[in-house]
Nanobody, 129 residues
């Protein structure tokens, strides 16, 4: 079992920055690939970014590429999402998720929610125009 807790959300003006954190507890964090998803009101949950267990691979949605950076610190059992140049359309609840070594994550399905076994409760990010 892995427990995930997000933090760092809030209200920011367009063009601003925020850093989200996802603290993990339970089983060995370092063996899990991690991802960030977001869900806006009335929309489906969408992929934002993902990182392999060793951080040697990172993936981004086209909508955030060049503006967001995913990273992890396995010694601290924490994943991060640095968000810059934020836009009103980035407004959503952001969720972190953990994918076990056996998941389809490494088969190219890192952007599919079903590849992830554990989810946090989400943190709200609101970008005002």
């Amino acid at each position: 079992q892995v427990q995930l807790v997000e933090s760092g959300g809030g209200l920011v003006q367009a063009g601003g920055s925020l850093r989200l954190s996802c603290a993990a507890s339970g089983r060995t964090f370092s063996s899990y690939a991690m991802g960030w998803f977001r869900q806006a009101p009335g929309k489906e949950r969408e992929f934002v970014a993902a990182i392999s267990w060793s951080a040697d691979m990172t993936f981004y949605a086209d909508s955030v590429k060049g503006r967001f950076t995913i990273s992890r610190d396995n010694a601290k059992n924490t994943e991060y999402l640095q968000m810059s140049s934020l836009k009103p359309e980035d407004t959503a609840v952001y969720y972190c998720a953990a994918a076990p070594p056996s998941s389809p994550f490494y088969s190219g399905r890192y952007n599919r929610p079903r590849s992830y076994e554990y989810w946090g409760q989400g943190t709200q990010v609101t970008v005002s125009s």
